[in-house]
């Protein structure tokens, strides 16, 4: 085995990249994702090290001294920090010339040819799935053989034929060996979630085709390939041993419950262990999956609702209703199931209207905290493609600003981007600034000293965040 560094690597301060976060950006608040894409990888390259510098606070000088240490480097990229990886790759061959490079995530799946012509630092990049990709090429395989990856050949881009997906999930190492080798896990911090937690996948892929979403359309597919409820299980089980000091698990499937029978198994085998666990949702779970869900320790699930307006639903093909949202979450309320609702600005059919009908929609249903994005067009998706063709791309914005934090970059003719960014601040400060939501907050906070501190501390940090979107506004 080549000795290999698995190298999620430092970019802006505080940035969640996207080695395991879905829309890479600098958040409100302090928050780190685990980067699962890597650690699955380096639990089956023996001897390899997963290093996590956003996570860790590592900068460029305290990861360049680990070049000479290692024979293949591979990095994490995604399209908001590309070019602060690529800086970061050239800088590691700089100091180890005979370091080999590859680049992994959605970016240079969906752009492989542009992104090696990046820089002649990348020797590689891994398209589609790439866990046993990274296996073979840390064995040694001539890259001319490995499916599934670009490469430079002398002056030549080669495109090797595509990998298949995986389909035997259950033949892939637990995480867990590798958060528990390499990882601190009180550096994993999500506003939402009981600290610290552990988070990891029991399947990839979603069956749902949301225009916006990036990870089904370029490496997941729109099959949701599973691992058994007994698999799941067995890791955490495992994972408690190692870390008994967890408060929650978070299963980070795109929706956990696309396979209803499969999640309420995996919740009793959870209920046996006596764990206290969460996951993604879809809008739509009957309540009897609910409930043996909740008898069977789920405390949160983290909801996809996007928006308050059936028009956008239907326009980002999402596939649920606003009102089955609505009898969905009252019946997560009425289980005492916690819910942390996701919204987005600016999809397309966007407009003043639809804005204010989505803010009153969080503010009736009431989900415990919510997340607010900027509609993102990412290469790879649907709604990218849709933006280039409607000319409603604001290309010289980017994703994120200088600081890592999202900007908009989508702008309608009767919604400019501007208008999208504003209507951010406004959704945070009329969903949480009312007396009902302080009160909650408050009682939540007088609970436990523990989560005092934290709010009090994300608290502080969230009006940072809302001054300086004001300022920069
Ligand atoms: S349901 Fe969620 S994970 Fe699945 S495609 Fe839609 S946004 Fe993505």
């Known amino acids: 085995m080549l000795k290999t560094l698995f190298l999620n690597p430092p970019s802006f301060e505080g940035f969640d990249g996207g080695a395991g976060s879905r829309y890479q950006a600098k958040r409100e608040v302090r928050s780190f994702w685990y980067p699962t894409w890597l650690a699955q990888p380096a639990a ?16 460029l000088d305290a990861v360049l001294p680990m ?22 790759a050239e800088a590691l061959r700089q100091t180890n010339p005979k370091l080999r490079i590859g680049f992994v995530g959605a970016h240079v799946a969906v752009s492989p040819a ?4 990046a ?6 990049v891994a398209r589609e799935e790439f866990d046993y990709t990274l296996e073979e090429i840390a064995r040694g395989r001539p890259l001319a053989q490995v499916d599934g990856i670009s490469f430079r050949d002398g002056g030549r881009i080669v495109h090797n034929r595509p990998r298949a997906a995986i389909e035997d999930m259950d033949a892939l190492p637990f995480v867990t060996e590798v958060y528990k080798r390499d990882l601190v896990i009180e550096d994993y911090f999500i506003g939402y979630l009981l600290h610290p937690y552990v988070s990891l996948y029991t399947g990839r892929g979603c069956r749902s085709r949301c225009t916006f979403c990036l990870w089904p359309q ?11 409820p007994q698999s799941v299980a067995d890791e955490i089980a495992l994972a408690r041993r190692y870390f008994p000091r967890v408060r929650e698990f978070f299963f980070d499937d795109d929706t956990f419950t696309d396979d209803l029978p499969r999640a309420e198994e995996i919740g009793r085998r959870l209920g046996r262990l006596g764990v206290t666990w ?9 309540r009897r999956t609910l409930e043996i869900l909740r008898d069977n320790g789920l405390r949160l699930l983290l909801v996809g609702y996007e928006t308050g307006s059936q028009q956008i639903l239907n326009n980002i093909r999402k596939g649920t209703r606003i009102d089955a949202a609505r009898r969905f979450t009252e019946d997560c309320h009425r289980l005492g199931i916690t819910i942390h609702g996701t919204f987005i600005v600016g999809l397309p059919g966007e407009t003043r209207e639809t804005i204010e009908s989505t803010i009153r929609f969080a503010r009736e249903i009431n989900p415990h905290t919510i997340q607010v994005s900027l509609a993102a067009p990412y290469p790879g998706t649907e709604l990218y493609r849709q933006a280039q063709k409607e000319g409603w791309l604001e290309e010289k914005n980017g994703l994120v600003g200088d600081d890592g934090v999202q900007v908009s970059s989508l702008s309608y003719p009767n919604l400019s981007g501007s208008e999208i960014s504003a209507a951010l601040e406004e959704f945070y400060k009329r969903f949480y600034f009312r007396p009902k939501k302080v009160a ?3 009682f939540e906070m007088a609970k436990s000293r523990q989560m005092l501190q934290r709010r009090l501390r994300e608290g502080s940090e969230f009006l940072r965040f809302l001054s300086r979107r004001e300022a920069r506004a």
Do not use: Q, W
């Open 114 to 117: 542009e992104s090696l012509a």
């Open 119 to 124: 820089s002649p630092a990348i020797d590689f």
């Open 440 to 442: 909650e907050m408050l």
């Open 278 to 286: 969460s996951c993604n949702a879809k809008a739509n779970v009957p």
């Open 67 to 88: 070049a000479d240490d290692y024979e293949l480097a591979v990095l994490h990229t995604s399209t908001p920090s590309f070019r602060s990886d690529v800086r970061v």
């Open 218 to 228: 370029t490496i997941g597919g729109h099959r949701y390939r599973t691992r058994s």
């Open 44 to 59: 089956l390259v023996r001897g390899s090290r997963l290093v996590d510098a956003p996570a860790r606070g590592l900068g």
